[in-house]
C-alpha cells in the first residue's frame, strides 16, 4: 500500500479482528486443517423458515427494486411498532431509518456527529469497531477499563471521571460484546443520573444483543428510566441476532429528527436503500410471533453453561457465567509465563491465542482485541458438541505447557 494515497483517518485504524479470524479460518479449512472456530459471533441457526419465506415471496410478487433511502415505511412502521411494544419507546417512521446492518447505523451516527476534538466514552471490553469507528470519523475514543470484580460493568463514578467538555457521544452496549455483561434498571439509573448532569454527551445504544439474556427479569429500557436522555439518545439495533439474519444486512436507527435526516442525507450519497427483498423479510420477522426465541436462548444459555464448567476445570483459566449474549472471556493470566513444548514463553493474552490456534486447533480471539487484557474471547454460538470439543482441545493444550 502506497500511504501517500490513503487518507490519515484511514491508516488511523486497523482491520475488524473478528473479519480477520473469520478469513483465517477460511483459509485453515481451505488447507484441510482440522479447526474449531470458537471466534466468529454469528447465530448457527437458520433464518426462521416463514422469515425465508417472506424474502422469497417478495422476489416473486417484484419487490426488487430500490426503496426510500430511510427504509420502506413498512418496515419502519414494523420498527416503530416492535420498540413500542417491547421497550416502551414511542418513535414516528420519521424518527427511523433502516441500514445496511446494526454496525452502519453505528458508523453512520458518528459520521454526522463526530469531529476532530471530538471524544467518545468506551467502555472496555468493548466490540472490536467502536474505537476504530470514531478514529475513522476524526474523533478520539476515550476507553474506561471496566473491572471483572464490577462484572465488566460501566460504573456511574468511572463514567463521571471520564466525562470533559469535549466527550459527544457514550457508546452502551448491553448485553455486550465480548463479556455478555448485562445491566439492571438501578444501574441504568446511576448512570443516567450522570448523564443528566451533562447536557453535551449523547448516548449511542447498542441494543443488537437485547433479546439474548440469561437474567430472570429484563430491565426497562434506558429511555423509560430516563426519558430526558431521549433527545439525546440514538436507539441502534437490528434483526441479525435475534432473528440469526446475518447476511440479510438489516439494521436500524430511531431518535432525534435532526440526526435521522443527516443519516439519511449520508446514505443517500453512499449506500442509498437497503435491499428491498431482506426489508420485506424483516417486516414478517419484527411483526410475527417469535415463539423460536426461547428455545434459542434456551440453548443458548446450555452452552454457556458447558463451556463455563469445561473451561473452569483448566489450570490457569477462569471464566465468569455471562448474563447474555452469546461470548465468554475467561481470564488467561494464569497462562502468562508457562513455556510452551517447543520452548516459546507466553508472554500475551495474544500468544496464548496463537499457541491454542497451532496447539489445539481451536480458534479463538485475544482480549487485547477488546481492550481489556489478559483474556480472550470464545463464542458459545455453535453446538454444544463443538464447544465441548474446543475445551477438550484447549485443555489438552494447556496440559503441554510447563
Known sequence: MNPSRISRRIRRIKPSPSSAAADRFAVLRREGKDIINLAIGEPDFDTPAHIRKAGCEAIERGQTRYTPVAGTLALRQ???????????????????????????????????????????I??????????DMVLACDGSPVTIACREEDDFRLTPEA???????????????SPTNPTGTTYTTAQLRELA???????????LLDDI????????????????????????????????????????????????KDIIAA???????????????????????????????????????????????????IPGIRAR?????????????????????????????????????????????????????????MSTATSVEQIEEGCRRIARAVAQLS
Open 209 to 256: 444483543y437485547e433479546h439474548i439474556r440469561f437474567d430472570d427479569a429484563r430491565p426497562e429500557h434506558l429511555l423509560v428510566v430516563e426519558p430526558g436522555l431521549r433527545d439525546r439518545t440514538l436507539v441502534v439495533n437490528g434483526v441479525s441476532k435475534t432473528y440469526a439474519m446475518t447476511g440479510w444486512r438489516i439494521g436500524y436507527a430511531a431518535g432525534p
Open 193 to 203: 443520573d450522570v448523564l443528566m448532569r451533562h447536557p453535551q454527551v449523547m448516548v
Open 159 to 173: 463514567l463521571e471521571a471520564a466525562i470533559t467538555p469535549a466527550t459527544r457521544w457514550l457508546v452502551l452496549n
Open 263 to 313: 443519516l439519511d442525507m449520508l446514505q443517500s450519497q453512499s449506500t442509498s436503500g437497503v435491499s428491498s427483498v431482506s426489508q420485506a423479510a424483516a417486516v414478517v420477522a419484527l411483526d410475527s410471533d417469535a415463539s423460536f426465541l426461547p428455545e434459542w436462548v434456551a440453548l443458548y444459555r446450555q452452552r454457556r453453561d458447558t463451556a463455563v464448567r469445561m473451561l473452569n476445570d
Open 122 to 131: 468506551v467502555p472496555a471490553p468493548f466490540w472490536v469497531s467502536y474505537p
Open 78 to 120: 414494523a420498527i416503530a411498532a416492535k420498540l413500542e411494544r417491547e421497550n416502551g419507546l414511542r418513535y414516528e417512521p420519521g424518527e427511523i431509518i433502516v441500514t445496511c446492518g446494526a454496525k452502519h447505523a453505528l458508523f453512520n451516527a458518528l459520521s454526522v456527529t463526530v469531529e476532530e476534538g471530538h471524544e467518545v
Open 321 to 377: 457465567s455471562p448474563g447474555g449474549a452469546f461470548y465468554l472471556y475467561p481470564h488467561c493470566g494464569g497462562l502468562i509465563g508457562k513455556r510452551t513444548p517447543a520452548g516459546k514463553v507466553l508472554e500475551t493474552d495474544n500468544d496464548v491465542v496463537i499457541y491454542l490456534l497451532e496447539a489445539g486447533g481451536v480458534m479463538v480471539l485475544a482480549g487485547s482485541a477488546y481492550g481489556v487484557s489478559p483474556y480472550f474471547r
